[in-house]
T-cell receptor
Framework: AQRVTQPEKLLSVFKGAPVELKCNYS??????LFWYVQYSRQRLQLLLR??SRESIKGFTADLNKGETSFHLKKPFAQEEDSAMYYC???????????FGTGTRLTVIP | DAGVIQSPRHEVTEMGQEVTLRCKPI?????LFWYRQTMMRGLELLIY????????DSGMPEDRFSAKMPNASFSTLKIQPSEPRDSAVYFC???????????FGQGTRLTVV
């Protein structure tokens, strides 16, 4: 069975400081990994996906199959990054998306 | 397109009452998902449909929960009878296909008193 773990429910960093939101997964097959973000009063939306290998809003995430991790990183946090972040997993070829419990990031000005 | 539309946005009901949550997916999307969001468990997948057919309902907590998708443009999630522990935000999402991004509605905040 698939499982996504986000060990931190809350994370606070100062503006300009690096930020890392942790995500670990367990899945026997080949997963697709995603990060979704929910800003205050907005819909949950896709931030990035591992197959794209792109940087969105300064965020990057690398899939580490050895450590079964997909941590989200940004070198310099901004106040507008404050939001709820969810790591999600989908098995390749399937459509159901499984989420972790989420991490609320607060960037302190 | 207005995106995924959910109604109502807020629902307060008494324990034991029937609750029906509604979702209109994005036109052309063939997959639809219902999620429940709580502080303790985060986002839990309840059920998902592909081409109006329920594919995986293993996340539906109890027989009190049921979901239908009578056509490609409408789905309902029903709780009967409702209980206080059902209080949560319920999200509907749709996707155009396998491997594609899921688009979420704004959610329905359900409070059962």
């Amino acid at each position: 069975a698939q499982r996504v773990t986000q060990p931190e429910k809350l994370l606070s960093v100062f503006k300009g400081a690096p930020v890392e939101l942790k995500c670990n997964y367990s899945y026997s097959g080949s997963p697709e990994l995603f990060w979704y973000v929910q800003y205050s009063r907005q819909r949950l939306q896709l931030l990035l996906r591992h197959i794209s290998r792109e940087s969105i809003k300064g965020f990057t995430a690398d899939l580490n199959k050895g450590e079964t991790s997909f941590h989200l990183k940004k070198p310099f946090a901004q106040e507008e990054d404050s939001a709820m972040y969810y790591c999600a997993l989908k098995s390749i070829g399937a459509n159901n998306l499984f989420f972790g419990t989420g991490t609320r990031l607060t960037v302190i000005p | 397109d207005a995106g995924v539309i959910q109604s109502p946005r807020h629902e307060v009901t008494e324990m034991g009452q029937e609750v029906t949550l509604r979702c209109k997916p994005i036109s052309g999307h063939n997959s639809l998902f219902w999620y429940r969001q709580t502080m303790m468990r985060g986002l839990e997948l309840l059920i998902y449909f592909n081409n109006n057919v329920p594919i995986d309902d293993s996340g539906m907590p109890e027989d009190r929960f049921s979901a239908k998708m009578p056509n490609a443009s409408f789905s309902t999630l029903k709780i009967q009878p409702s209980e206080p522990r059902d209080s949560a935000v319920y999200f509907c999402a749709s996707s155009p296909g396998t491997g594609a991004e899921a688009f979420f509605g704004q959610g329905t905040r359900l409070t059962v008193v």
